[in-house]
């Protein structure tokens, strides 16, 4: 044990010398002074060094004083998607403690180990103090001010020469949703559609495959509804680190129902340690996984027919794919033995309500849209969706990626997934109080205004390609990085590349992240101090749709200012380069004027107003600040498994849903509870009940799409019905049931053609309210599509990776052909096809996953002393008998070499059975050494993340969903070697 | 008068270190002392389980049995302290102890070290209760304010239980009923020389 123990000492002081060093510039003389206990005036002296330093230290060692009063204020954890209340004490605007959220529904005071010690987030000793730019590569001090104005310069100087798509906005789940909604909307006024965020690299393929298949992109039933489940199947996911607090549920629900708790995941993960069924798969098998239990669950007849009669479209379609997949070649592809998956599917059909949870297992693939359509094909297969315990509980990844989401910061769609057609379009420019005309304008031509912008995952080939294969006047010159780490996308050494490239690049972050530092960029390079969520006002919205107040804990640290004041800031910064050049372009007075603004910025209240008074698609529009504050307040009376608040509760929250998760139809007035499961037509459409949404006509080959004998209940309409317009109301009878101010409302929207207003773009919620009333869904009632017509595979078909060890499988299994998309090239079959040559020199399968000490790219948690030093080193999982065959040592050092550009990465090998022969495992929170060099000393001084590391995605390899250009990170392959 | 205990349930433990970080954020714990860490055994195989680890407080703790300085006593709701202006960091508790909770900072560069360090069940020390000095010396003192130790407090599964021995006892033995199914109370027999029977 003793020796055991010295052995960690070692390791602990190598990295709590850089720990103690407050940057990278040598200052391991502190830790000295510090351990002879000489502290005092040496330190203060260091402490100097950077500016304000002290004073930030002074408060991180705040210290609750007994004797003066303590204000709590509640907000929300700022990691993963379960929305823990964390409930902040402040004295004298310091946040001195942190203490369980008791009244909380969704965390019951608890945290894992990120949400627990959120507190050093706002001490921040690493965070960026001040604004900065790189000088002849040094990072050099200036004032808000100036950075304003040069970075509206050089915006203004890339618009002027390639036009507005020559700048790519990048924006964050880490904003809260008014500050994604004004991002979006500052994009739209600056003329561009690329404007994108983290959801582009999590979830997009989720958002599309479901919102393709039922209706709408997110979990169809939350966290707590986990616990009436009686099987769930975890695919492709690994809440126990990525989710810990969602655990509480999914365990409590395995306790208390007996329930069978199933893991098929090529790893054995911490959640598969307490699954009562693991089943280890081959990586990117997940279709020939699933429809291997359809064939089990059709052979048997376990499928459940009443549901697909009435509330499926297509299912015939996918039986016919489903017999290709006997026992024997489900076996043959993914590895898996006939009788375990017969096990796991007759359980997970016969033993209901089942539900299936999955993360980024399923969606980070080139397949990832028709894994997650198979994923839902076999919950509507079992009629699992719609009821309690049961549904997609997609685990989203960032405290408000779904907000994000919702929002638009994508770049396919405005706010609410309107799309950008001229519809779209034309409703939100009546929702900003400006001209369809004006905002067509600011487009460099009418129809980029329509056409779906440059994904994140692929922004560095927008700024390398030949100019001629990017669909757009210029390549990408300029990038705004708000909130986003540089390290979770595909391909890094082009993304250095690129990166270098650019002509003007602002980050603007609390934290420097891996694109300040991962280029050899030496000009034109900004840093902006962000300020956390914790530090602003505003809502979020967790993955079950449940939508947060979180209030303000303390003022910005340093020099930091929250995103809707830089967004404001950025606005007027334009408009002063435009008027120096003399041009017409102006943002700041028309996109701002709707807002109260205070001290400078817009306040969230007034931003989530507009919100309100446009978001109808998704019923964001009865959800305002008013409402989430007393949900804020009376937490305590919301129930832990259904989430409403009960006869106990206050009048004003009494029959709400906790976070009026959305669709919250309706004017905030008509005190739509919220849905907490989506599609249900167990309940009243007033109570929160819905039904499938038909978005894709009435009718496909003589086969109706509206359901056919079921309706959500209290419905005036007993059959399928499609979605409410002014001509269905009239033609219902319903049409003078309108209040006269709504029907003034509809003529002003209508104009000429007033039939047309639906209940998406009628501003007065008139036609929703009158649905509503009675009993109807405003978006119709409709069928699930098994068969999806519009995707590249209606039904999903099995591919085979980019870079697969089964190159026996290629030709039965090819990925899609070359083509195109989001204004670049997609390449498929013509990188598959030096797969096969590969095959020796890369015979290992690289995966790539969490931690639940890290979050994302990293750089938050890596800075936090408490989370750094539980994780110190990056590190590749691998199976004893590959490491013993490369003669590696548990601990030892190794190189870990992707099949790309002869791309590296020097990690510590973790020898362990958690991964399978041939297949290896690293985390993706890492960055700050790149190709086995460390980077230290390329950030500014004390900025520095505690932990540095190689990042996976410095090996992974090409590879893009081809729906949403989604990166491939889960099934790549590499070889590795002591280093 | 309570007599508090630790309970950590081993088939709810998902080892996510909030236990940890809470720990190291109330009192603010330095870098390199661990009050409480996760053990996990069978790591990555099936079997796999984890137990968060701290000062159990034993009934008769054998850290008090071997301390020269006789620095450790028992407070009334049962938890095992120590005063550090007494201990001398001869590190004797760390070899009685059967749970390896003493810690100890280096305070020197020859491999001294300084005055012991564990988990005080959030129940500071023998100074005066919520103190600056007390909490410089020991952390924040919870119990003092009617409240439990945070890392069972923010347990993200509730695994880690914290509080009257009886009443975690009883919880405890309601889940495993429940769901049929316990690994026992982990380190109870050698800590409180006792077992939960279900």
């Known amino acids: 044990m003793l020796i055991k123990r010295s052995d960690g000492v070692r390791a602990k002081q190598r990295l709590a010398s850089a720990y103690q060093g407050l940057s990278a510039g040598g200052l391991d003389r502190r830790g000295f002074l510090k351990q002879a206990g000489l502290a005092g005036a040496g330190v203060a002296a260091l402490a100097g060094i950077a500016p304000r330093m002290a004073e930030a230290a002074g408060a991180a060692t705040g210290v609750i004083n007994h004797e003066q009063p303590v204000t709590r204020v509640k907000n929300i954890c700022t990691h993963c998607s379960v929305g823990c209340t964390v409930v902040a004490e402040v004295q004298n ?27 050093e987030l706002v001490h921040g000793d690493r965070r960026i103090k001040f604004p900065m730019k790189l000088v002849g590569g040094q990072w050099q001090r200036m004032s808000w001010d100036a950075a304003m104005s040069e970075i509206g310069e050089k915006m203004m100087e890339i618009r002027q020469k390639s036009g507005p798509d020559s700048v790519f906005l990048l924006g964050s789940a880490k904003f809260s949703n008014e500050g994604a909604y004004l991002y979006r909307k500052f994009a739209a006024f600056w003329g561009t559609n690329s404007v994108d965020h983290q959801a582009r690299i999590c979830h997009s393929t989720t958002v599309a495959g479901v919102a393709n298949t039922w209706g709408y992109g997110a979990q169809t039933n939350s966290y707590n509804d986990i616990r009436n489940s009686k099987t769930m199947i975890i695919m492709g996911g690994n809440p126990a680190e990525a989710h810990p607090v969602s655990l509480q549920h999914v365990l409590s629900g395995k306790e208390t129902n007996r329930a069978n708790l199933i893991v098929i995941d090529p790893r054995y993960t911490r959640t598969a340690a307490h699954a009562t069924d693991y089943v280890r798969i081959r990586p990117g098998t997940d279709i020939p996984i699933i429809w291997g239990m359809l064939w089990h669950i059709f052979q048997n007849g376990w499928e459940d027919k009443e549901f697909i009669r009435q509330r499926v479209h297509g299912m015939e379609d996918v039986r016919a794919e489903v017999a290709k997949w006997t026992p024997q070649e489900v076996e043959r592809v993914t590895g898996v033995p006939g009788a375990q998956l017969r096990a796991v599917a007759e359980k997970f059909a016969t033993q209901k309500p089942s539900t299936l949870i999955w993360c980024m297992g399923a969606t980070q693939k080139t397949v990832g849209t028709a894994n997650v359509r198979a994923y839902s094909i076999l919950l509507l297969a079992t009629g699992n969706v719609g009821k309690e315990g049961t549904g997609a509980n997609i685990f989203r990844g960032h405290c408000n990626v779904q907000g994000a989401s919702d929002f638009g910061l994508d770049v396919a769609t405005l706010p609410a ?273 819905g039904s499938f949404r038909p978005r894709f006509g009435l009718e496909r080959n003589g086969q109706t799409l509206l359901a056919e004998g079921s309706w959500s209940k209290d419905s005036d309409i007993q059959d399928g019905y499609p979605e409410f317009t002014v001509a269905v109301l009239k033609r219902l009878g319903w049409f003078d049931e309108l209040t006269a101010a709504e029907k003034a409302s509809i003529a002003q929207v209508g104009g000429a053609n007033q039939d047309a207003v639906s209940w998406m773009t009628d501003l007065s919620g008139g036609i929703q309210r009158v649905a509503i009333a009675h009993g109807c869904s405003p978006f119709g009632n409709g069928k699930a599509r098994a068969n999806a017509w519009n995707l590249p595979d209606p039904i999903p078909v099995h591919r085979e990776p980019i870079y697969t060890t089964r190159n026996d499988l290629i030709a039965q299994f090819p990925t899609l052909p070359d083509r195109r998309g989001f204004r670049l090239p997609h390449l498929g079959q013509s990188v598959q096809a030096r797969s096969p040559q590969l095959a020796a020199e890369f015979p290992i399968i690289l995966t790539s996953g969490r931690l639940v000490e890290y979050e994302g790219g990293g750089e938050e948690t890596r800075s936090n002393k408490w989370l750094a030093e539980l994780q110190q080193d990056m590190f590749v999982e691998i199976n004893p008998r590959d490491a013993a065959a490369r003669n590696i040592r548990d601990g030892s050092w190794v190189w870990v070499m992707g099949p790309e550009s002869n791309s590296r990465a020097r990690v510590k090998a973790l020898v362990t059975e958690r991964v399978g022969p041939g297949v290896a495992f690293m985390p993706f929170h890492f960055a700050g050494w790149f190709q086995g060099t460390d980077q230290r000393s390329k950030y500014p001084q004390g900025t520095d993340p505690i932990v540095l590391g190689e990042s996976v995605n410095a090996v992974t390899s090409y590879g893009y969903d081809p729906v949403t250009f989604m990166q491939e990170t889960k099934v790549t392959i590499c070889q590795i070697r002591a280093a | 008068m309570a007599r508090m205990k630790f309970l950590c349930d081993a088939d709810r433990c998902i080892e996510c270190n909030a236990c ?143 509080g009257d021995g009886e009443m975690i006892a009883t919880i405890y033995r309601e889940r495993v009923q429940r769901r049929g199914y316990g690994s026992g109370a982990w380190g109870w027999r050698t800590a409180y020389r006792e077992n939960i029977t279900t």
């Open chain 1, 417 to 689: 997934y309107y799309g950008i057609d001229e519809n779209a379009w034309r409703h939100w420019s009546r929702v900003w109080g400006v001209s369809f005309e004006s905002m067509r304008a600011r487009f460099d031509t009418p129809q980029m205004m329509h056409t779906p912008g440059i994904p994140t995952t692929r922004y560095f080939d927008a700024i390398l390609l030949p100019k001629d294969q990017v669909q757009q006047r210029d390549n990408t010159k300029g990038m705004i990085v708000f909130g986003h780490g540089g390290n979770t996308v595909t391909r890094m050494p082009e993304a250095v590349k690129g990166l270098e490239a650019l002509e003007l690049l602002v980050v603007a972050d609390p934290h420097p992240t891996t694109f300040a530092v991962l280029s050899g960029r030496r000009e034109n390079t900004y840093l902006l101090p962000i300020a956390t969520q914790f530090e602003c006002n505003g809502s979020r919205t967790s993955s079950n749709r449940s939508v947060q107040w979180c209030s303000k804990v303390v003022d910005p640290i340093f020099e930091s200012r929250t995103d809707y004041r830089v967004i404001y800031d950025l606005a007027k910064s334009l408009d002063a380069a435009a008027t120096k050049r003399n041009m017409t372009y102006r943002i700041a007075e028309e996109m701002f004027r709707p807002y109260e603004i205070v001290n400078g910025e817009p306040t969230a209240e007034s931003i989530l107003g507009e919100i309100n008074r446009g978001a109808w698609g998704t019923g964001y529009s009865g959800i305002s600040a008013a409402r989430l504050k007393l949900h804020q307040q009376h937490q305590d009376k919301f129930d832990l498994v259904t989430l409403r608040a009960g006869a106990n509760a206050p009048a004003e929250i009494r029959g709400d849903y906790y976070g009026l998760p959305w669709p919250c139809w309706g004017t905030p007035e008509m005190r739509h509870p919220g849905s907490h499961i989506l599609y249900n037509t167990n309940i009243a459409v007033k109570d929160g009940g």
């Open chain 1, 93 to 119: 605007g310091v946040w001195v403690g942190q203490e369980p959220a008791w009244e909380s529904p969704i965390n019951r005071g608890t945290h894992c180990a990120k949400g627990a010690s959120v507190r």
């Open chain 2, 20 to 162: 940890v970080t809470a720990c190291k954020n109330e009192h603010e714990v330095p870098w390199g002392i661990n009050r409480r860490r996760v053990v996990t055994i069978n790591d990555g195989k099936p079997g796999e389980r984890s137990i968060s680890m701290a000062c159990m407080h034993c009934t008769d703790a054998p850290c008090a049995a071997v301390c020269p300085t006789s620095c450790f006593y028992t407070t009334a709701d049962a938890v095992v302290l120590h005063d550090k202006d007494t201990c001398i960091g001869c590190g004797y508790c760390f070899y009685a102890c059967p749970f390896g909770a003493p810690q100890y900072p280096r305070v020197g560069n020859f491999g001294g070290r300084g005055k012991m360090d564990k988990c005080t069940y959030c129940a500071g020390g023998p100074q005066q209760d919520n103190t600056r000095v007390e909490y410089t010396q020991y952390g924040s003192n919870r119990l003092a304010e009617g409240k439990l130790p945070l890392c069972a407090e923010m347990c993200s599964t509730k695994a880690l239980l914290a």
